[in-house]
C-alpha cells in the first residue's frame, strides 16, 4: 500500500490530505480512476473539513510539546500541486521563463517530497530525495523517468472522430502525400529533419490505448525512427506510381506510431520537371490535412513569409467571425433558437440525396477496400478570370466546378436526373492553431441535379458558402462534430451511422513563394487522404500552390473500377471551368 500525504491550499495555511493507493492489483487506469475519485471527495464532501480540524490539533500539540518526536512518518512521500495558466510574467524587464522550488522533507524520516506545477505551457516535476535512500542524482531521476514514461495523454473529441478506423488492417483514415523536389535530396537530410520534428509532435512517438471507453495516447517504449523511414532507390514511374497508390489503405505496423515517411531520390516526373520526391502518410487520428501541410512546412526551409501566409489563412477565416456587441447578441439568440434546426435540416437533406451508383456491367465482387486516385493541374488564372467574371469568389468557382462534375458523373452512371447530390465540405476549425492536430470540422452542402445551369449553381454555392462565414451556423456545425467525436470515442464503431453524402471536399490555398527543402525548390505537392468510411464513393482535394489548383481524386474500386472512370470525372471539372469561362 502506497500512503500519500497531499497537501491542498486554502487560503492560509496549507492542509494536508493523505490518501492511498494499492501496490497490486491495478493498472494505471485503475489507479487513475480510484484518485480521481479519492480528490472529488476533497471537495465535493464535508472531508476537508475534517482534515483542516485534525491539522488544527497537530498544530496545537507542537507547540504545546514543542518538538516533533512523537509524530512518526507514516507516509510513503509527499506532493504537493498547483498551476498557473495566464500568460509568461515580467520582471525587471524580461520574461519570467521558470522557476525551480524545492521543499525540505518536512518530517523525519520522509524519504520523497513531490511537487508538481503548471507555468509557461509546461508541467514541472521537482523531486527532493533523502540521500539514505536515494544516494545519488541518477536514483532520483530514474523516478522522474519512470512518472514520464508512464504518461498517458487523452485523445481529443476530433481526433475520436477517427479511432475507430482500422489501423492495423485495413484502413481508411490515412493521409497521404507526395512533395516533389526540383532537385535532388539525401536520405541523411531527410533523417535529421523528421528527427527535430518527433521533439516537436509528441504524437509522433505514442500509440494509441483504450481502456474501458477512454482512448489514450501511449508512449511507444520502443519506438526507433528507423521504422518510420525508409528509403526507395526505385526509378521506374510506373512501379512507383503503384507503390504509392497502395499507401492508403497500407497496415500500420501493430503498436507503433502511425506514420510513415519514404525517400525516392530517382522519382523523377516529367510533367512537373522534378527530379526526386518523399512520400508520406499519417493516419488521421494524428492529425488533419491543415496540419498534415504544416509537416511538409517544417520539413523546408525556415521562412517566415511562409509561416505569416499560413497566419494570413487562419486570420482570414476568424475575421469574419469579429462581431460587435449587438452582432453577438443576434448570434446568441440563433443560436439558441434557429441554429440547432439549421443544422438538423441540413444533415437530413444531405443524407436524404443520392450517392454515385454503380455501372450495371461492374463486377459486384470488386474488392471494396481498394481505392483508384486520379489528379491534374489547373491553370489559377483561370478561374481568376470565372470569378471577376461572375463577381464570386474563387473558392465558389472550384465548388461549383467540381459539383457540376459529379452531377454529370452521376447522370452518366445512372443516376436521378431531379435528385439532389450533397457534398461534406471539409474546413478547419476556428481555432486551429496550425499545427499538427485535429481542428476540422464538415459542412453539408447540396445541389440541385436539375433546374439550374452552370452560373445558377455557381451562384447558389456562393450563397451557402457565404452563410459559413456571416452567419452562427458553422458554430453549431462545430458543436454538431463535438457530439459526434464524444459519441464515437465512446462506442468505439460507425455501423450506427448511415452512408453520408455523394463525395467529400477538402480545399486549401497557399499563395506564398515557392518553398525551399533540402536546399532546392518544392515544385507540387499531392495529397490523397482516405475515403474516410465505408459507403464513401469519392474524395476531392484541391489545393492551390505556386500558380496551379492541384485536382486529386480518390475513388473507390466498387464506383470506379479503373483509372479511366475517375479521370472521366477529372475531364469534367476542367470542362465545367471552361464552359463557365466562355
Given at each position: 500500500m502506497v500512503r500519500t500525504l497531499d497537501t491542498t491550499p486554502r487560503k492560509f495555511p496549507l492542509f494536508a490530505v493523505p490518501l492511498f493507493t494499492p501496490m497490486a492489483g491495478q493498472n494505471r487506469f485503475q489507479r487513475l480512476g480510484q484518485i480521481s475519485k479519492q480528490l472529488n471527495q476533497l471537495f465535493y464532501t464535508p472531508l476537508p473539513i475534517g482534515m483542516l480540524l485534525f491539522m488544527y490539533m497537530s498544530g496545537l500539540l507542537l507547540c504545546i510539546f514543542g518538538h516533533m518526536k512523537n509524530p512518526r512518518n507514516g507516509f510513503t512521500y509527499i506532493h504537493t500541486n498547483f498551476a498557473y495558466f495566464g500568460e509568461p510574467m515580467k520582471m525587471f524587464g524580461n520574461i519570467f521563463e521558470r522557476v525551480v522550488i524545492a521543499p525540505g522533507l518536512q518530517l523525519k524520516g520522509n524519504p520523497l517530497f513531490?511537487?508538481?506545477?503548471?507555468?509557461?505551457?509546461?508541467?514541472?516535476?521537482?523531486?527532493?530525495?533523502?540521500?539514505?535512500?536515494?544516494?545519488?542524482?541518477?536514483?532520483?531521476?530514474?523516478?522522474?523517468?519512470?512518472w514520464k514514461n508512464g504518461f498517458y495523454a487523452p485523445l481529443t473529441v476530433d481526433d475520436c472522430l477517427h479511432v475507430n478506423d482500422d489501423f492495423y488492417g485495413k484502413p481508411r483514415c490515412t493521409i497521404c502525400g507526395v512533395i516533389y523536389l526540383k532537385g535532388s535530396h539525401s536520405f541523411e537530410d531527410l533523417v535529421i529533419k523528421l528527427e527535430g520534428l518527433t521533439d516537436k509532435y509528441p504524437r509522433s512517438t505514442h500509440t494509441i490505448s483504450r481502456w474501458m471507453y477512454i482512448y489514450f495516447w501511449k508512449k511507444c517504449e520502443d519506438f526507433k525512427i528507423s521504422d518510420h523511414i525508409s528509403l526507395n532507390e526505385e526509378s521506374d514511374p510506373e512501379k512507383l506510381s503503384k507503390i504509392l497508390n497502395s499507401l492508403t489503405n497500407k497496415s500500420f505496423p501493430a503498436g507503433k506510431p502511425l506514420w510513415e515517411f519514404i525517400s525516392l531520390p530517382n522519382y523523377a516526373h516529367a510533367e512537373y520537371g522534378t527530379s526526386s520526391a518523399v512520400a508520406m502518410r499519417v493516419h488521421h487520428t494524428v492529425g488533419?490535412?491543415?496540419?498534415?501541410?504544416?509537416?511538409?512546412?517544417?520539413?523546408?526551409?525556415?521562412?517566415?513569409?511562409?509561416?505569416?501566409?499560413?497566419?494570413?489563412?487562419?486570420?482570414?477565416?476568424?475575421?469574419?467571425?469579429?462581431?460587435?456587441?449587438?452582432?453577438?447578441?443576434?448570434?446568441?439568440?440563433?443560436?439558441?433558437?434557429?441554429?440547432?434546426?439549421?443544422?438538423?435540416?441540413?444533415?437530413?437533406?444531405?443524407?436524404?440525396?443520392?450517392?454515385?451508383?454503380?455501372?450495371?456491367?461492374?463486377?459486384?465482387?470488386?474488392?471494396?477496400?481498394?481505392?483508384?486516385?486520379?489528379?491534374?493541374?489547373?491553370?489559377?488564372?483561370?478561374?481568376?478570370?470565372i470569378s471577376k467574371k461572375t463577381g464570386v469568389n474563387v473558392t465558389s468557382v472550384v465548388h461549383a466546378g467540381v459539383a457540376g462534375a459529379v452531377r454529370r458523373t452521376v447522370l452518366d452512371k445512372g443516376g436521378d436526373p431531379k435528385g439532389d447530390i450533397s457534398v461534406i465540405y471539409a474546413l478547419p476549425k476556428l481555432n486551429h492553431p496550425g499545427t499538427l492536430s485535429n481542428n476540422a470540422f464538415g459542412v453539408p452542402l447540396v445541389t440541385p441535379m436539375s433546374g439550374e445551369g452552370r452560373f445558377q449553381r455557381l451562384a447558389r454555392i456562393s450563397y451557402e458558402l457565404d452563410q459559413l462565414f456571416y452567419t452562427p451556423l458553422p458554430i453549431g456545425m462545430m458543436i454538431q462534430f463535438v457530439t459526434l467525436g464524444l459519441v464515437l470515442g465512446t462506442l468505439g464503431q460507425m455501423k450506427f451511422m448511415p452512408t453520408t453524402c455523394t463525395y467529400i471536399h477538402s480545399n486549401g490555398a497557399y499563395f506564398g513563394e515557392t518553398m525551399k527543402m533540402f536546399g532546392t525548390s518544392l515544385e507540387r505537392a499531392v495529397f490523397a487522404p482516405g475515403l474516410q468510411r465505408a459507403g464513401n464513393p469519392l474524395l476531392v482535394v484541391t489545393a492551390s500552390y505556386h500558380g496551379k489548383l492541384g485536382l486529386q481524386l480518390v475513388g473507390d474500386r466498387k464506383v470506379f473500377p479503373d483509372e479511366e472512370s475517375l479521370m472521366r470525372v477529372v475531364n469534367y471539372v476542367e470542362d465545367e471551368f471552361e464552359s463557365m469561362d466562355g
Open positions: 513531490v511537487m508538481t506545477y503548471s507555468y509557461h505551457g509546461k508541467l514541472c516535476l521537482q523531486l527532493v530525495g533523502d540521500r539514505k535512500i536515494f544516494p545519488d542524482e541518477e536514483s532520483l531521476m530514474r523516478v522522474a523517468n519512470y488533419d490535412t491543415l496540419g498534415f501541410m504544416s509537416v511538409v512546412r517544417d520539413l523546408g526551409e525556415k521562412d517566415p513569409a511562409s509561416d505569416k501566409q499560413v497566419e494570413k489563412l487562419l486570420k482570414a477565416i476568424r475575421k469574419k467571425m469579429n462581431l460587435n456587441f449587438w452582432k453577438k447578441v443576434s448570434y446568441l439568440f440563433q443560436l439558441i433558437f434557429i441554429t440547432p434546426a439549421q443544422v438538423t435540416y441540413c444533415w437530413f437533406n444531405a443524407l436524404s440525396a443520392q450517392g454515385i451508383p454503380r455501372n450495371s456491367n461492374q463486377n459486384p465482387n470488386c474488392d471494396s477496400d481498394e481505392t483508384i486516385n486520379a489528379s491534374t493541374l489547373i491553370d489559377l488564372t483561370l478561374l481568376k478570370r
